[in-house]
């Protein structure tokens, strides 16, 4: 939207599994904006799951039309920490075996980059609904525990590779 330089959002999506996050994006020229989102996660889920966690990840975007409405892409680095386990589930993807997650706990820090498209739509003067998905690369190191609750650890200053989804985003955006 023309005369519109800041956004202020939340990722309904994070919000659903009770992520604090909020993103500020400015616009840098007519068809660039920098978009800066953060998420936070300092729950125990319970006595022996645990999906604790920070992110920092800021983007740039080009849009295809005016900035904040249409189709834009976007190109992100990512970085933060983590502490989780106990996450019951049987899910391989790329080379990543989250599968580990049911039966121990990691805790460690990443960073990484990668790409994204999305797509905003103008729900009214100050309001816009956007989606995203972005995908790409991140470097780990963690510390591996026997379990969730316990603090015995069984592995120490691991190195992972992963390659995959680094961006998915249903964001509400109040435009100023």
Same mark, same amino acid.
């Given at each position: 939207?023309?005369?519109?330089?800041?956004?202020?959002?939340?990722?309904?999506?994070?919000?659903?599994?009770?992520?604090?996050?909020?993103?500020?994006?400015?616009?840098?020229?007519?068809?660039?904006?920098?978009?800066?989102?953060?998420?936070?996660?300092?729950?125990?889920?319970?006595?022996?799951?645990?999906?604790?966690?920070?992110?920092?990840?800021?983007?740039?975007?080009?849009?295809?039309?005016? $900035? &904040?409405? @249409?189709? =834009? +892409? *976007?190109?992100?680095?990512?970085? !933060?920490?983590?502490?989780?386990?106990?996450?019951?589930? /049987?899910?391989?993807?790329?080379?990543?075996?989250?599968?580990?997650?049911?039966?121990? $706990? &990691?805790? @460690?820090? =990443? +960073? *990484?980059?990668?790409?994204?498209? !999305?797509?905003?739509?103008?729900?009214?003067?100050?309001? /816009?609904?956007?989606?995203?998905?972005?995908?790409?690369?991140?470097?780990?190191?963690?510390?591996?525990?026997?379990?969730?609750?316990?603090?015995?650890?069984?592995?120490?200053?691991?190195?992972?590779?992963?390659?995959?989804?680094?961006?998915?985003?249903?964001?509400?955006?109040?435009?100023?």
């Amino acid at each position: 939207m023309k005369g519109q330089d800041v956004a202020i959002k939340t990722n309904v999506f994070y919000d659903a599994f009770k992520n604090i996050n909020l993103g500020v994006e400015v616009g840098l020229a007519p068809r660039w904006t920098l978009d800066v989102s953060g998420d936070f996660n300092a729950w125990t889920l319970s006595h022996d799951r645990r999906w604790k966690h920070w992110l920092a990840q800021p983007e740039a975007r080009y849009w295809f039309c005016d $900035r &904040f409405a @249409g189709h =834009f +892409i *976007g190109i992100h680095v990512h970085g !933060g920490q983590y502490n989780v386990g106990a996450l019951g589930n /049987n899910m391989s993807f790329l080379g990543t075996d989250f599968s580990r997650l049911t039966d121990s $706990r &990691f805790q @460690g820090w =990443f +960073i *990484g980059a990668g790409a994204g498209y !999305g797509y905003a739509w103008i729900l009214g003067r100050h309001w /816009n609904l956007e989606a995203e998905l972005g995908v790409g690369y991140a470097y780990t190191r963690y510390d591996q525990f026997r379990c969730a609750g316990c603090g015995k650890r069984v592995a120490e200053n691991l190195p992972h590779h992963y390659f995959g989804v680094t961006k998915l985003a249903v964001n509400i955006v109040y435009l100023f």
